[in-house]
């Protein structure tokens, strides 16, 4: 027995042992394991590291429990000029030193990190042209081009404002005992009511941050160790059929994002679109959503909506066709490039890389989607999430609604007039001129087949009942200074 097959049936029959029966009182730190690895690592991809700067370096604005803008640094703001000037009125707020958050330094950290580019946000802030001081409260942000859809990536952990150093924010939170598994506090508000009742922490408004793989945390929940597990994807959802937790403890973000296959190599049987657009036709996306979760939502496009684009989602041709009659074409399509030049010389057979993370919702997905190339005569072969690869998933949530994120996020690469429209909406110097550019580039993609779309993300959460706020929003965010009820 392999040590990796050892492990499955150790996790399986200590997690089968447990019941999760009782249910963890509210007193106490909200104990929150992030599936992922140490909150210090300050990696962007790494959500433990995400929710900890969210927590101690807020940014002008943040999101609340149901994934809506609300005030970070900012108390207030306004938007004119048609959306090319945003006009923020800063709170008083302290850094975790004790020092006044001044004008300007919220400027300069917000100059430094919209040019960062280690910021994943950064290639949709190109439209901000400069931050300055108005007054010793009020700063603004004046754009190149127009934009009424700011705040959502402003309120991305990804813009929180940190000095640089050691880790000085200005809030929600401060760190109380830090470490691999930090401890938060309630950071001092002024702009409470009476700042007296704030001498005073209690133990339940404290938050044990943990970082840990989906399996572990798992079996922190199921032993009734932790309150939150926060993160979960698709790739670790079959877990939880190994577990016997209690009811309604497990919740899922109804997520706005990309799941689905960039074609990432463009070689051989891949370099004709219509050949791509054989294997998008080929897949039963009700099938394969439905192995990992029946309740998982598949789709077939890369917008779920309009959203900022002057025209419908583009749709597939084959969308009204059945799935025998795709798979019918389908073929014929493989069959005819087989017998080609190019396909002779491959030796007539056709088969794609495809690069998954690691996981067993992995596992079932590969299966799926092997099983519905070969009924075309495609071959699959898996490969590691970061090797070369004829297709590479995507998985990724929107952090704004904007149909320019879903076009370019697909766009690995895609066809030089995707490219173009893309670029031509990015540089629009009217809302009506980026619209039509967003509509353009869609229409390109389409036709192009550069992405092939499977589901909405899955994404999960093991929640106890002590998280009354904890809600489900379309961000899949959950700050940790909005878990427990205000107990006012």
Known sequence: ??????YRWWLAATLAL?????????????????????PEARSSANLPSRLLVDAIGQGLVRFDAAGQIEPGLAERWIVIDGGTSYIFRLREAYWADGSRVSAEQVVKLLQRRIASRANP??????????????TPQVIELRLKRPRLDLLKLFAQPEMALI??????????MRIASAGTAPLLQPAFDPGLADPEDQNEIAPEERVHLIGERAARAILRFARNRSDLVSGGRF?????????DLPRNVVRTDPAAGLFGLAVTRREGFLADPLNRAALSEAIDRAALTAAVMPQWEPADRILPEALDSAAPPQVPE???????????????RVAAWSATAAGQEAGGLVTVSIALPTGPGSTILFAQLAASFGTIGVGATRVAPDAPADLTLVDEVAPYDSARWYLATACRPCDLTAVAALEAARDALTL??????????????NADTAFIPL?????WSLVSSRLAAWTGNARSWHPLNRLRADPK
Do not use: H, K, Y
Request: aromatic fraction near 4%; hydrophobic fraction near 45%; charge should be positive.
């Open 1 to 6: 027995m392999t040590r990796r097959i050892a």
């Open 18 to 38: 447990t019941t999760g029966c009782e249910r963890r009182p509210d007193s106490g730190p909200v104990v929150v394991s992030a599936i992922g690895t140490n």
């Open 121 to 134: 946000l950064a290639p949709f802030l190109t439209a901000v042209d400069e931050a300055v001081v108005m």
């Open 163 to 172: 000095r640089p150093g050691p880790a000085i924010g200005s809030g929600p």
């Open 235 to 243: 790739v670790d959802w079959p877990l939880l059929a190994t577990v």
């Open 318 to 332: 084959w969308l009204l066709l059945t799935l025998d009659q795709r798979r019918e074409a389908a073929r014929a």
């Open 432 to 445: 009506g001129a980026r619209s039509e550019g967003i509509a353009a580039a869609d229409a390109a993609m």
């Open 455 to 459: 589901a909405q993300p899955l994404r």
